[in-house]
């Protein structure tokens, strides 16, 4: 059991998201019929080495070095940068931050920040123009798809620290042996539970699956129901899905094991047995939190990006424990949540060596103490967590789970999204009542 995190309003954002496919592709190509939902911002690109080479981005280097982009067209002391960090304060704190890098490395940026959801697409077409930035970042998740198109420098040849990261954050950030980007701060999801609701059923936070079946269903009265979790039909579904799948031994190489099943048997009963709407079909993490502060939900999965928010209300009693697990002895894990840094093989060596030097300072200690603290994200390294406790302790919780957290491409590398699609089609059709568990699973695995 982690550490307990108590957070009252008074006292005081995967899983980021993007796809650009839609949902009932899924369904349809498993011919089973689709429940008509409208998907939410989900949680990464689903691109595939297909379309990047149909894109134009895989070999990238011969337009770079013949024609540099942009890059030849900025002068000697300014570096391009693009990201998605698009709306404040993320905006302000991550533009903050790069400019002290600049500042100290005696830079300027021209920066460019862009939708999640336009993001894949600029760098698609940038790496086919040859006009890629000098610093991109990337949904952890899509790095290695885009590493794998030779269209980013290594760290190591760089010579950009990787020392003393957390073994999931260099995961995320590594392909063929090679780190080819950072995450500096990262996240995760735990559960959040209504302090005052359970203390009024007499009920203990749940440690275990039984027990979170038996607090959801004590907690169901009237309009609110036990739990809310982000069910839909994309990334983000799998995202939410993924503690239980992988706790409970499960492997996205095969995905239609009994273990697996078992994980989405979990959540398939909390809907049909009543303890949670059949709307998490339909709702993003965002919705999730709407539910859980009505008060129409005790308990919520999701993740520290709404303690801003959730800070910010009055007579809002909560805990933060981590998600159970199938049975106490094994240990709850956390996917792996956070936007990677890196250095685009532009065909510009003095450039690509001043937006080295400009990573390195942003990647500092007290650069990424400053960010995790002001963006309620944990610091990627683990000689940083004291501190940052300190500044932060009611982040302890997600803190406890970020040493076992997985990055999603750990496994599949490039080929992850094909896998993460299956999984949420799996969560659709078996919340939905369309198919067990088991058959779920085995029909979305066939398509992976």
């Known amino acids: ?193 209504r302090t005052a609701m359970f203390e009024d059923a007499g009920l203990d936070y749940p440690r275990t699956w039984e027990e979170l079946r038996r607090c959801a269903t004590d907690l169901t009265q009237g309009t609110r129901y036990g739990i809310a979790f982000c069910g839909n039909a994309t990334y983000e579904g799998t995202w939410q899905f993924l503690p239980f799948f992988w706790s409970n031994g499960g492997d996205e190489r095969h995905i239609g094991t009994p273990e697996a099943a078992e994980a989405l048997g979990l959540l398939s009963d909390l809907v049909q047995e009543g303890s949670a709407s059949s709307s998490v079909l339909n709702w993003g993490q965002a919705d999730v939190k709407d539910q859980f502060v009505a008060g129409r939900a005790a308990m919520m999965i999701n993740g520290p990006w709404q303690l801003p928010e959730l800070s910010g209300l009055e007579d809002l009693d909560y805990e933060i424990v981590e998600l159970p697990v199938r049975d106490s002895a094994q240990r709850s894990v956390a996917p792996l949540g956070g936007e990677a ?42 000689g940083l967590t004291a501190e940052f406790l300190r500044r932060r302790p009611e982040m302890d919780t997600f803190t406890d789970l970020i040493p076992d957290a997985r990055a999603r491409t750990a496994q599949l590398g490039e080929d992850w999204p094909t896998t993460a699609s299956a999984l949420y089609t799996a969560v659709q059709l078996a919340v939905s009542g369309q198919a067990t568990p088991a058959e779920a699973l085995h029909r979305a695995e066939e398509y992976v």
């Open 1 to 193: 059991m982690s550490r307990r995190t108590h957070h009252h309003a008074q006292q005081g954002r995967a899983g980021s998201s993007r796809h650009h496919g839609g949902p009932r592709a899924g369904l349809k190509a498993l011919g089973l019929r689709s429940p008509g939902l409208t998907p939410s911002r989900p949680a990464s690109s689903g691109l595939t080495r297909r379309s990047l080479l149909s894109a134009g981005i895989f070999a990238p280097a011969a337009a770079l070095l013949s024609s540099c982009g942009d890059t030849g067209r900025t002068p000697a002391d300014t570096l391009r940068v693009m990201d998605s960090y698009s709306n404040d304060p993320d905006y302000g704190i991550i533009g903050e931050a790069l400019q002290q890098a600049a500042d100290t490395v005696g830079v300027k940026l021209q920066r460019v920040a862009v939708s999640g959801q336009s993001l894949i697409q600029r760098v698609l077409q940038q790496g086919s123009s040859g006009t890629l930035p000098d610093i991109l970042m990337l949904d952890n998740p899509d790095l290695q798809q885009i590493a794998a198109t030779t269209a980013l420098r290594s760290f190591d040849e760089l010579g950009i620290p990787t020392a003393g990261y957390h073994d999931g954050v260099l995961d995320a950030g590594t392909y063929d042996g090679q780190v080819y980007g950072v995450v500096p701060t990262v996240n995760t999801i735990a559960l959040f539970c």
């Open 341 to 382: 840094w890196t250095v685009p093989a532009t065909g510009d060596r003095d450039k690509e060596e001043l937006a080295a030097a400009v990573l390195t300072e942003f990647l500092s200690d007290s650069s990424v103490l400053s960010m995790a603290e002001q963006r309620f994200t944990v610091p990627g390294r683990p």
